[in-house]
């Protein structure tokens, strides 16, 4: 009978140790892709601890140390994720094309830095071209609609 595999594989390379993690460690295999052959100086900052270990059994436990983490962050949520919703076209350019709702400006926002003048000029014209878009959308849905009301 075949030996059930670790979740991890922990090599040692030279004076230092890599791991690879595996999806059979519990987690999505986009986040085992992410920590492939690391080296433990690629842990967080919440594990610096456990940043040098000295044995290969010290490794692997520095390496379910690390998937426990991994897995807290996941089920609290701190784990990167792109959200996914419906939206409608028209509401896509209004919240890309508006200074105060576009998430590339939030970043300025939360590092509470002013926006460049040529940021500024980007947005208005982008809001020109939005409204233009909006316009433009009204009109045909207008011409459609018109169109088939004819007999």
């Known amino acids: 009978m075949a030996r059930i595999g670790e979740p991890y594989i922990v090599i040692k390379r030279g004076n230092s140790f890599q791991f690879t993690l595996n999806p059979t460690c519990g987690l999505p295999q986009r986040v085992c892709k992410c920590w492939q052959r690391k080296g433990f100086n690629a842990l967080p900052d919440d594990l610096s601890n456990y940043r040098n270990p000295k044995t290969k059994p010290e490794a692997k436990a520095n390496v379910r140390i690390l998937i426990s983490f991994l897995k807290k962050k996941q089920t609290e949520g701190g784990a990167r994720r792109a959200c996914q919703e419906d939206i409608t076209v028209g ?11 576009n998430p590339r400006t939030g970043i300025n926002v939360s590092k509470n830095r002013p ?14 071209i939005r409204r233009l878009l909006l316009n433009m959308r009204n009109h045909v849905f207008n011409v459609f609609y018109c169109i088939q009301k004819k007999p």
Do not use: G, N, P, Q
């Open 115 to 128: 926006f460049s003048c040529d940021t500024i000029a980007h947005y208005a014209v982008l809001a020109r």
């Open 91 to 101: 509401a896509w350019i209004k919240k890309f094309t508006a200074m105060e709702t």
